[in-house]
């Protein structure tokens, strides 16, 4: 079993946290040296290219998509089939790992499951998908762009070397499922590991949200009207559509 953990050299604290709750694996986790805003600096000033989006990457969202992209190197680099990839401040114990492994070892080969962390998001009760067993789901395409963070998920060697050439002529944020796993059919999620609903000490979370804004007026002057329309129509469509193809709201089924 290979399980990256995503941790800034700094956050020294959290790493001791982690310690605490998976008291059985902290000593096999293999922590991965995060880039920082100075990192991404130095790799726009080198000239790399970013995805254009509506809202611009930050410095942090950078930094993560390239820290996420270095780890799905090192998969390819060694031949791993596949990887568990956390980030620091995730919240869990040594029993959701053996449930991950379980879950996945599951599913179909060169599948990605995304193990959680979507609390406190909007979009989350958007995210519909077809239960194959108690709690894991099989997403389809169409909701993709309703899934988000990185900070906890499974990926296959096939996956990541997809990721690769993605992120290769341009850097997208490396939470982008609907974008990086666009040609990806074997999608699952599973409500096990959490995020951490208090943000402020989110380096990417507080970077975010400035650039987002918090109001509906904000997000209409930066979409522009007829965007903000098409987002919020489709958004009831795929509900719709949801429900007629029996899909279930995920959110709901964790009650």
């Known amino acids: 079993m290979n399980v990256f953990v995503v941790s800034l050299i700094k956050d020294f604290d959290r790493r001791e946290l982690l310690n605490k709750s998976f008291l059985k694996y902290y000593n096999d986790f293999f922590i991965f040296n ?11 000033d080198n000239g790399n290219k970013l995805k254009k989006n509506k809202i611009e990457m930050t410095l942090s969202e950078i930094a993560c998509a390239l820290s996420h992209l270095g780890i799905m190197k090192d998969i390819v680099l060694n ?5 568990i990839i ?26 990605i499951l995304i193990a959680g962390g979507q609390e406190g998001l909007r979009s989350y009760k958007n995210l519909y998908g077809l239960s194959v067993k108690d709690k894991v789901y099989r997403i389809p395409q169409l909701y993709y762009r309703y899934l988000s963070r990185t900070c906890c998920y499974v990926v296959s060697n096939q996956i990541a070397r997809k990721i690769i050439q993605l992120q290769s002529d341009s850097l997208e944020r490396a ?3 609907d974008k990086l796993l666009k040609e990806c059919e074997n999608v699952y999620f599973s409500p096990i590991l959490k995020h951490p609903l208090i943000l402020e000490n989110s380096h990417i979370e507080k970077e975010r949200k400035i650039k987002k804004g918090n109001n509906i007026l904000q997000v209409i002057i930066r979409e522009g009207i007829t965007y903000s329309l098409y987002y919020y129509l489709r958004k009831i ?9 029996g899909y279930i709201r995920i959110k709901d089924n964790e009650k």
Do not use: H, M
Not at 237 to 245: D, N, V
């Open 237 to 245: 469509i795929t509900s719709y559509w949801a429900r007629y193809k």
């Open 175 to 177: 939470d982008q499922w």
């Open 79 to 83: 031949n791993i089939k596949f990887a």
């Open 86 to 111: 956390l980030e620091d401040d995730v919240i869990g114990g040594d029993e959701d790992i053996d449930e991950i492994l379980k879950i996945y070892l599951s599913l179909p080969e060169n599948s």
């Open 34 to 44: 995060a880039l920082n805003r100075e990192d991404a600096k130095i790799y726009i």
